[in-house]
């Protein structure tokens, strides 16, 4: 009689741990959990989480510092091209990603960072004559005036933008 009753016991918790989804969330990272579609206002910190796979769910937001490369054909006040290669220092603060989540989405790289670093280096880089990319002084304020532009966009968004450099600068032939 004991038994059956440590055996029904142990079917009964295997039923319910089945039907549980977990998800581990690291250091430099944050979760996003839904139930319901409904998204919670709190993002999960580093540990184990539960949840129930058919009525909620919990994404995994990397909130660590990274970099996007860009290689822009941009012209000059004069109306030469040339060509830049910029990297992007960003990230999303933890405390940002759910408002990130709710307002962007989860591919809020390719929706809104990558075409506004597009936008900010050929604005930026078309008030400049082609010589103020080659010198260090000129790249130097291009590089800021882009930090510039970029975190009046994106702060406002949830993205923060830590520094633009400016790698690489091939100038046109005829320079």
Same mark, same amino acid.
């Given at each position: 009689m004991r038994r059956t009753g440590g055996i029904v016991l142990l079917a009964g918790m295997a039923l319910m741990v089945s039907g549980c989804g977990m998800t581990v969330i690291e250091d430099g990272e944050v979760g996003v959990k839904a139930d319901f579609g409904?998204?919670?206002? $709190?993002?999960?910190?580093?540990?184990?989480?539960?949840?129930?796979?058919?009525?909620?769910?919990? $994404?995994?937001?990397? =909130?660590?510092?990274? $970099?996007?490369?860009?290689?822009?054909?941009?012209?000059?006040?004069?109306?030469?091209?040339?060509?830049?290669? =910029?990297? =992007?220092?960003?990230?999303?603060?933890?405390?940002?990603? =759910?408002?990130?989540?709710?307002?962007?989405?989860?591919?809020?790289?390719?929706?809104?960072? $990558?075409?506004?670093?597009?936008e900010a280096i050929r604005n930026v880089v078309s008030g400049y004559a082609v010589k103020a990319l080659f010198s260090d002084a000129g790249r130097k304020e291009i590089g800021e005036n882009i930090l510039k532009f970029l975190r009046a966009k994106l702060d406002q968004r949830g993205i923060m933008i830590q520094d633009v450099l400016l790698r690489d600068v091939r100038l046109p032939p005829s320079f």
């Open positions: 409904h998204i919670k206002d $709190e993002a999960l910190g580093p540990g184990w989480h539960w949840f129930l796979p058919m009525v909620s769910w919990i $994404e995994t937001w990397n =909130v660590k510092t990274q $970099e996007i490369k860009e290689t822009a054909q941009v012209p000059s006040s004069e109306g030469l091209i040339s060509q830049l290669d =910029v990297s =992007v220092i960003y990230n999303v603060p933890s405390d940002q990603a =759910v408002m990130v989540r709710k307002t962007i989405g989860m591919n809020y790289r390719p929706t809104i960072l $990558e075409p506004y670093i597009r």
